[in-house]
């Protein structure tokens, strides 16, 4: 069964934020690259779940982030922890220069 990529509301806000300020922008082509981009990572996700630095973890979640290789977003994904990595969820989309704020695994309950 191939592995899910899912995405958590925070991430979907985060998304729309992003995607808002580009469309206001004038930037229709920066707003395909942000969407082709969301695809590229979610699709190596599905082979590489352990890609990226740990960011932060706990006794239920291990966060890790990891950056578009082609444009200036970072997204930052958790998945529970077991011995072998099951859904992984899209919990957040900085740019790449955004202060973002620390990395609490904590933060997230992620639906089953």
Not at 99 to 110: I, M, Q, V
């Amino acid at each position: 069964m191939p592995r899910r990529i899912l995405l958590h509301e925070d991430f979907l806000a985060d998304a729309r934020r992003h995607e808002d300020w580009l469309a206001r922008s004038g930037n229709e082509d920066w707003l395909a690259n942000l969407l082709i981009g969301i695809e590229e990572v979610a699709a190596l996700l599905r082979r590489y779940p352990a890609i990226g630095p740990v960011l932060a973890e706990d006794e239920r979640l291990v966060l890790r982030s990891f950056p578009f290789r082609r444009y200036p977003y970072v997204i930052w994904f958790a998945y529970r922890r077991r011995t072998r990595i099951g859904d992984v969820w899209l919990v957040r989309l900085f740019g790449a220069h955004q202060d973002r704020p620390s990395a609490d695994p904590g933060t997230w309950h992620l639906p089953r």
